[in-house]
Nanobody, 122 residues
Framework: QVQLVESGGGLVQAGGSLRLSCAAS????????MGWFRQAPGKEREFVAA????????YYADSVKGRFTISRDNAKNTVYLQMNSLKPEDTAVYYC???????????????WGQGTQVTVSS
């Protein structure tokens, strides 16, 4: 069982940066791949980024490639999402999620956090 808690969201101007954190409970955090997803009002939840258990492999949605960076610190049971050059269309609730292997598919993740709001003003 893994419990996930996101933090770091907020209001930022376009072009700004934010770093999201996702703290996990449990001793098996390092066994899980982690993903970040987002959901804007009236839209489906979509993939943003994922990272393997070791951090050696990372995956990004085309819409964030080159602007966002996913990383993890297994000693701290935490995964991060560094978001640079933010755009108004990045506004959404951001969720972290865990499963054994990296995936871009929402339904394949076993554990989810409660989400953190990111708002980018123009």
């Amino acid at each position: 069982q893994v419990q996930l808690v996101e933090s770091g969201g907020g209001l930022v101007q376009a072009g700004g940066s934010l770093r999201l954190s996702c703290a996990a409970s449990g001793r098996t955090f390092s066994s899980y791949a982690m993903g970040w997803f987002r959901q804007a009002p009236g839209k489906e939840r979509e993939f943003v980024a994922a990272i393997s258990w070791s951090g050696g492999s990372t995956y990004y949605a085309d819409s964030v490639k080159g602007r966002f960076t996913i990383s993890r610190d297994n000693a701290k049971n935490t995964v991060y999402l560094q978001m640079n050059s933010l755009k108004p269309e990045d506004t959404a609730v951001y969720y972290c999620a865990a499963r054994l292997y990296p995936s871009e598919v929402v339904s394949e993740y076993d554990y989810w956090g409660q989400g953190t709001q990111v708002t980018v003003s123009s």
